[in-house]
């Protein structure tokens, strides 16, 4: 998958990702070499192969960022629907999964544009308890630069893709 041509196809993909899973999960690489991965939640992808999340409840990501910036962001379709009619039909019409490979920019303050992004995505929670505590003070966001996208080959299923 190019990253260039086919970017309008990854950020479709991911945003099917995030209706199905409510996150993607974000590998990064600690000063003792372990990998570990953390899901995000407030991931957007731009028009520009680069994206950001909100940067609240991460731990371990910013510490390894200012280690190692390197990142790999896993986004995969998990909609019940999406899997049945693959599976009947015994081939993916869509990649059930994407990678993309990138690097860590520095935590900054959100722009008004991001947080509106932000509050349009989680509207429908908007009454709810949790609401407040998990997106309520989002205020720092951090950028990633995208430069290689990887979709998940699943033999059959995923050939004439």
């Known amino acids: ?10 950020r479709k993909h991911f945003n099917q990702s995030f209706k199905s899973n ?4 974000i590998a990064s690489v600690g000063s003792d070499d ?11 992808l731009n028009d ?3 994206g ?3 940067e609240m409840f991460p731990s371990k990501l910013p510490a390894h960022a200012s280690i190692n910036k390197n990142v790999c962001v896993l986004g995969v379709n998990s909609s019940r629907l999406f899997w049945i009619k693959s599976l009947f039909k015994g081939r993916f ?22 947080i509106a992004r932000l509050k349009r995505r989680m509207r429908s929670t908007k009454g709810l308890k949790g609401h407040k505590y998990l ?8 950028e990633i630069y995208f430069q290689q996208a ?8 995923t050939q004439e893709l």
């Not at 998958?1 to 990854?10: A, E, H, P, R, V």
């Not at 570990?36 to 407030?42: A, F, L, Y």
């Not at 990887?150 to 299923?157: G, H, Q, S």
């Open 1 to 10: 998958m190019n990253l260039q041509t086919d970017w309008s196809k990854i």
């Open 22 to 25: 409510l996150h993607v999960s």
């Open 34 to 44: 372990r990998p570990t991965v953390t899901p995000i939640g407030s991931l957007f």
């Open 48 to 50: 520009n192969q680069a």
């Open 52 to 54: 950001f999340y909100f």
């Open 93 to 114: 019409e869509h990649y059930p999964a994407v990678k993309l490979y990138g690097q860590l920019g520095e935590k900054r303050k959100a722009t008004d544009r991001e």
């Open 135 to 142: 997106w309520g003070q989002m205020e720092s966001v951090r």
């Open 150 to 157: 990887e979709t998940i080959n699943l033999a059959k299923m």
